[in-house]
């Protein structure tokens, strides 16, 4: 019954889409620039920029055709799904949703997004979680762009408050952004994670950046927990997550090149932070440093035939001194890898092909990762995971503003597959309860809509 009545609202609200001729059901974006929204996106969606796409947000979202300059920037976006998973899971796949097959709406979302002045914009995400049945205050960033000229080499400056680290960047290689742009709520995920990939929506921080010349850029700032009563009042307050003690400082480095149709960068970022384990401050605080490294390759000349490659190595080194005392971690050193790699190719910026890989390995830990639940647990306490996965997309709209269909709505459907060689540790009953890694591989189907 719930998997009729999601399909029902989905395919309704599509027709409602399809056949309004609203003007204010403009992504705002492409309201505000002019532009058809392939000169930003890869495949005339997001989040994968291009240059153009980059250098828009840069600049604080501001850049506008001259028209329209009173309008509010508001869009909305929603994505449903189905999941089949190659083993059901006992129990359900989460409250309210079956062992298998399951459909839903992932997400429907209101954006305040786009140009405030001629100075300050925003990107500011309320979201409805299908799964979850909340809201919740998303990624959000409001941004202040300026430049000037040194030298005869253009400087462009700015601020940004932002309630999750790297959500600010312009490259799609940092957790934030990163591949997989949707992935299925309804499939097992691997439990290991980073500091830094671990707190959006729950801290608030403030970076300043500067891009120098095109090339160099270089951003710094720092990130504090919200309030608990403030978490709360944005859906994401979990009473056993971490806090962090005090001010966590944050950095970003990229050097980046367009050329004849080519397009390079390589970067570092990285986060330090003390932490409160569960929010226990009895006992000390624990240390985490993480630091990335990345690297983007894009092909742009001939928008018939775009290629991609980015990769990502992102490292943790942990001193769990406080969790250690508490009994939450049976080792004060340790470690967690990450490592995610990527190859994509777009026809004609409407069908796209990606294929992902993630490894995810680290220091043992049965305290922290050994717990024993039957399909999230883990039998070894090992973060050892290693998956596959290969998608399929089709953009219909978006590539130019003389179309109908682009003047008020976007669309992306997408088959995934992913694959599990490991996860969570093993490969043959990774949980104590006999489910193999494969069990979790997962057939995921996403409509995903912008207007």
């Given at each position: 019954?719930?998997?009729?009545k999601?399909?029902f609202?989905?395919?309704s609200l599509l027709?409602?889409?399809?056949l309004?001729?609203?003007?204010?059901a403009?992504?705002s974006?492409?309201?505000?620039t002019?532009?058809a929204?392939?000169?930003?996106?890869?495949?005339?969606?997001?989040p994968?920029?291009?240059?153009v796409?980059?250098?828009?947000?840069?600049?604080?979202y501001?850049q506008?055709?001259g028209?329209?300059n009173n309008?509010?920037?508001?869009?909305?976006?929603?994505?449903?799904s189905?999941t089949?998973?190659?083993?059901?899971?006992?129990?359900?796949?989460a409250?309210?949703f079956?062992?298998n097959d399951n459909?839903?709406?992932?997400e429907?979302?209101?954006f305040?997004?786009?140009?405030l002045?001629?100075k300050?914009g925003?990107?500011v995400?309320?979201?409805?979680?299908g799964?979850?049945?909340i809201g919740v205050?998303?990624?959000?960033?409001?941004?202040?762009a300026?430049h000037?000229?040194?030298?005869?080499?253009?400087?462009?400056?700015?601020?940004?408050?932002n309630?999750n680290?790297t959500v600010?960047?312009?490259?799609?290689?940092?957790?934030?952004?990163?591949?997989?742009?949707?992935?299925?709520p309804?499939?097992?995920a691997?439990s290991?994670?980073?500091?830094i990939?671990?707190?959006?929506s729950?801290?608030?921080?403030a970076?300043?950046y500067?891009m120098?010349n095109n090339?160099?850029?270089?951003?710094?700032?720092?990130?504090?927990?919200?309030?608990?009563?403030?978490?709360?009042?944005?859906s994401?307050?979990d009473?056993?997550?971490s806090r962090l003690?005090?001010g966590?400082?944050?950095?970003?480095i990229?050097?980046q090149?367009?050329?004849?149709g080519?397009?390079?960068?390589?970067?570092?970022?990285?986060?330090h932070?003390?932490?409160s384990?569960?929010r226990?401050t009895?006992?000390?605080?624990?240390?985490?440093d993480?630091?990335?490294?990345?690297?983007?390759?894009?092909?742009?000349?001939?928008?018939?035939?775009?290629?991609?490659f980015?990769?990502?190595?992102?490292?943790?080194?942990?001193n769990?001194n406080?969790?250690?005392?508490?009994?939450?971690?049976?080792?004060i050193k340790?470690?967690?890898?990450?490592?995610?790699?990527?190859a994509?190719y777009?026809y004609?910026?409407?069908?796209?092909?990606?294929?992902?890989?993630?490894?995810?390995?680290g220091?043992a830990?049965?305290?922290?990762?050994g717990?024993?639940?039957?399909?999230s647990?883990?039998?070894?306490g090992?973060?050892?995971?290693?998956?596959f996965?290969?998608?399929?997309?089709f953009t219909?709209?978006g590539?130019?503003?003389?179309?109908?269909?682009?003047t008020?709505?976007n669309?992306?459907?997408?088959?995934q597959?992913?694959?599990?060689?490991?996860?969570?540790?093993?490969?043959?009953?990774?949980?104590g309860?006999g489910?193999?890694?494969?069990n979790?591989d997962?057939v995921?189907?996403?409509?995903?809509m912008?207007?």
């Open positions: 019954m719930i998997v009729k999601t399909m609202l989905f395919f027709t409602f889409i399809l309004s001729s609203n003007a204010q403009l992504p974006f492409a309201r505000q002019g532009y929204c392939s000169a930003c996106h890869v495949q005339s969606f997001g994968n920029l291009t240059s796409g980059r250098n828009f947000k840069l600049n604080g501001t506008t055709d028209k329209n309008l509010i920037p508001l869009s909305g976006m929603i994505r449903g189905f089949h998973t190659q083993e059901g899971q006992e129990g359900g796949a409250p309210r079956g062992r459909a839903t709406i992932d429907a979302a209101v305040l997004a786009g140009r002045t001629s300050i925003a990107f995400e309320g979201t409805y979680d799964v979850e049945n205050l998303d990624n959000t960033e409001i941004r202040f300026d000037f000229e040194v030298a005869g080499q253009k400087v462009v400056f700015g601020l940004t408050t309630n680290p600010s960047d312009l490259w799609n290689t940092t957790p934030t952004w990163g591949f997989p742009w949707s992935s299925s309804l499939a097992p691997q290991a994670a980073t500091l990939e671990s707190l959006g729950q801290v608030i921080g970076t300043s500067m120098l090339i160099l850029y270089v951003e710094a700032g720092g990130y504090t927990s919200l309030a608990k009563n403030a978490q709360k009042g944005i994401v307050f009473p056993e997550q003690s005090g966590a400082p944050y950095w970003r990229a050097l090149k367009d050329w004849s080519h397009y390079g960068a390589i970067g570092t970022f990285g986060m932070g003390d932490v384990p569960q226990i009895t006992a000390g605080t624990d240390r985490y993480d630091i990335g490294f990345d690297l983007t390759y894009q092909y742009l000349g001939n928008p018939v035939h775009i290629y991609e980015t990769a990502t190595y992102l490292r943790e080194n942990r769990m406080a969790s250690s005392a508490l009994g939450l971690a049976d080792k340790s470690n967690l890898d990450t490592v995610r790699i990527r994509g777009t004609q910026q409407t069908y796209g092909l990606n294929l992902f890989y993630n490894q995810t390995t220091t830990d049965t305290f922290i990762y717990f024993g639940d039957p399909i647990g883990n039998r070894t090992s973060p050892l995971s290693q998956a996965i290969a998608e399929a997309s219909p709209f590539k130019s503003n003389n179309s109908v269909m682009s008020f709505v669309l992306r459907l997408a088959v597959y992913v694959h599990n060689f490991k996860f969570n540790g093993s490969v043959h009953n990774y949980d309860f489910r193999n890694a494969v979790n997962a995921y189907f996403n409509a995903w912008a207007f």
